[in-house]
């Protein structure tokens, strides 16, 4: 029940502080692809008209009260109309109560997609691979290449935007002492409304079956915001996810500052 209530008053916080802030900003955006999601923002079939520069802050506190933070750098940028390409970067700390942890760069996310014309529906294709560059013995990584291959499937209807998508990642095999690896499928819907021209309300549900022998699933569900400055030119963001499986976090919070060009 405390997690329960440290949840609500997350998520009354976090819509409290910034829809005063949305309601003084009218000025409209540069249009609905620069509105993205916050656990999937590469499985999604939409190109962003330009480019996407991302300072984001992650704090995860993981089972057996574990706890993980990412500073990272997300880039997105369009390589044509209809292809989107982009990288995450950045640093990693974890805090556990038992066995190895420490402190170092991350893993590094290396994603492309094509984005098939089309009207209200667009579906898309791509790809992410995940770039071994965390350090294994601190447990920050599994020191192996992940590959993972998706699909997705977005609809901007007049009043909200509906988002999905499915794939699969195949998963690098991991070293002693952890489980053995097993490859994992992957699911994720979203709605992202409109509240204000230049602020989003953004409720995101993802789902990956386990990573490792005898893991668990993790499926979570991600309640956000997204605002646009004056201009169009950037803004911010964050969410609070809220866990549905044993296999998630027990609860995380993100926070981005981005600019669009």
């Not at 995380?252 to 600019?259: E, R, S, V």
Request: proline share 6%; glycine share 14%; aromatic share 10%.
């Amino acid at each position: 029940m405390s997690r329960l209530r440290m949840i609500v008053v997350g998520v009354s916080l976090l819509l409290s502080g910034w829809l005063p802030v949305a309601a003084q900003n009218t000025q409209t955006p540069s249009g609905r692809d620069t509105r993205r999601l916050f656990q999937r923002f590469a499985q999604d079939a939409v190109v962003i008209p330009g480019g996407w520069l991302e300072g984001q802050f992650d704090y995860s506190n993981l089972p057996n009260n574990n706890d993980l933070y990412n500073l990272d750098a997300l880039i997105a940028f369009s390589a044509g109309k209809y292809i989107e390409a982009g990288l995450r970067f950045g640093f990693s700390s974890l805090d556990a109560s038992q066995g190895p942890d420490g402190s170092g760069f991350g893993d590094i996310d290396l994603y492309g997609k094509y984005v098939f014309p089309g009207g209200i529906n667009r579906l898309a294709l791509g790809g992410l691979l995940k770039v071994p560059t965390a350090d294994e013995e601190k447990n920050l990584g599994t020191g192996s290449p992940d590959l993972q291959a998706f699909g997705a499937w977005r609809a901007n209807f007049e009043a909200v935007t509906v988002t999905a998508n499915a794939g699969i990642s195949f998963n690098g095999s991991t070293d002693s002492p952890l489980p053995p690896s097993e490859d994992s499928v992957l699911l994720g819907a979203g709605i992202l409304l409109p509240l204000t021209p230049a602020t989003t309300f953004v409720l995101e549900w993802s789902f990956e079956t386990e990573q490792v022998k005898g893991g668990d699933n993790d499926s979570r569900l991600t309640p956000g915001i997204q605002s646009m400055f004056r201009g169009g030119k950037g803004g911010l963001r964050g969410a609070i996810g809220i866990p549905l499986s044993d296999g998630a976090p027990d609860w995380q919070l993100i926070f981005g500052a981005f600019y669009t060009y």
